[in-house]
């Protein structure tokens, strides 16, 4: 079955960095895009990042534009977002996902990002 795992949270203080991982399995990894979306406590999902197939169109929300860097290793089936002068405002839980075939959309579990002041 379709598959993502994020790993890669944890906590930091303002300025620090961190890289979050998205292993995918059972699906063809380089036919789509991957994003990375993220839900505060008490605020709704929002969309931080997407990369295309190819790697060669990438999105970043405005909050993350210049701090945050989305890259794919297709041979590896994994995703990376990679987070660096993170805010307070940036603590959240982090969701891999993908959209399939008829929009089908999958989701990782989701991996907590704490981020102190």
């Known amino acids: 079955e379709v598959q993502l795992v994020e790993s890669g949270g944890g906590l930091v203080q303002a300025g620090g960095s961190l890289r979050l991982s998205c292993a995918a399995s059972?699906?063809?990894?380089?036919?789509?895009?991957i994003g990375w979306f993220r839900q505060a406590p008490g605020k709704e999902r929002e969309g931080v990042s997407c990369?295309?197939?190819?790697?060669?169109?990438?999105y970043y929300a405005d909050s993350v534009k210049g701090r945050f860097t989305i890259s794919r290793d297709n041979p590896k089936n994994t995703v990376f977002l990679q987070m660096n002068s993170l805010k307070p405002e940036d603590t959240a839980v982090y969701y891999c996902?993908?959209?399939?075939?008829?929009?089908?959309?999958?989701w990782g579990k989701g991996i907590l990002v704490t981020v102190s002041s």
């Open positions: 059972g699906f063809t990894f380089d036919a789509y895009a």
């Open positions: 996902h993908a959209e399939l075939l008829y929009s089908i959309n999958y």
């Open positions: 990369i295309s197939n190819s790697g060669a169109s990438t």
